[in-house]
């Protein structure tokens, strides 16, 4: 295989490579550098027994990460409050070429479905992100993680039913989701405890990931009241020269501060039922260099 060509191949198949590490291990540059060994093992070994290279490389990609995760499992032990994975700058593009798949991608990839991803054991992580996100075969994912399918199928049952039990309900309405995110950051900047206690669920909840580096709550708040006017009070005691721009994080609208032009927070909310259920708050510096 020419090397041209094998250079094409990979970067065919580069943004479902990104796609599968990104839902493993919920950090860009992790996933990246996932990413970045498998091109060195595609370029480095032999194609020419190669017959699928799509397969071989997810079968790659996906070892990768599980060795990655297993090691990140025991870092986050030692994190500084809640834990969210690094917001992710979503296009789907051409790898999405319809509604539906578009709305699955989302709902893989959004904050809510990572989270709970977080109490996967690793190689439940990687059937349900192959099975759901991606639609493989439960053979293929046999291969990969060199299992039998029965073990695979039942792998994939009891991170399906572990997912539906704590996944927090959701609407993935862009429009509905858009509206409401707009409405939510004007009630919070403006001072208007009324108008936001009118979008926020009676239990709405709040977490905010600092890893201690930056100041955020280091636990959930609950209800609508307590959230509502911690905002206010951040709003309040803010710095000067905030400025907000609405961008598609994790498949859904979100809200980029800055402050001096630099990243300083990531604001993204869950809505059901036209009402925010949820409110994420990342200002880990370390989680917002993608976005700079």
Known sequence: ???????????????VLMGVAYRMLGR??????????????????DRDG????????????????????????????????????????????PTAPDTAEAAVLAES?????????ESLSP??????????????PFAEIAATLERSESAVRQLAGRARKHVDERRPRF??????????TERFLAAATGGDLEGLMTLLAPDARLVGDSGG????????IESADKVGRFLLGVAKGGATGFTFR?????????????????????????????????????RNPDKLVSLA
């Open 171 to 180: 609407d993935v309405d862009p429009v509905e989701q858009r509206d409401l």
């Open 246 to 282: 609405t961008v598609e994080l994790n498949g859904g609208p979100a809200v980029l501060v800055l402050v001096g032009g630099k990243p300083d927070s990531v604001v993204q909310v869950d809505v059901a039922d036209g009402q925010v259920q949820c409110v994420y708050i990342v």
């Open 123 to 136: 190689l439940e992580r990687a059937v349900f992100v192959l099975r759901e996100a991606f639609g493989f």
């Open 1 to 15: 295989m020419a090397t041209d060509t094998v250079i094409e191949v990979f970067e065919e198949h580069r943004p």
């Open 50 to 93: 190669v017959r699928e290279p799509r397969a071989y490389l997810v079968r790659v990609a996906t070892r990768l990460a599980i060795d990655r995760l297993r090691q990140a499992q025991t870092r986050r032990e030692a994190y500084v409050g809640p834990w969210l994975p690094e917001p992710l700058v979503t296009d789907f593009g």
């Open 28 to 45: 860009v540059a992790d996933a990246e550098d996932v990413v970045q060994d498998a091109w060195l093992r595609w370029a480095q070994a």
């Open 109 to 117: 990839v959004s904050l809510a479905v990572l989270v709970v991803l």
């Open 213 to 220: 580096k930056s100041k955020a709550p280091l636990r959930v």
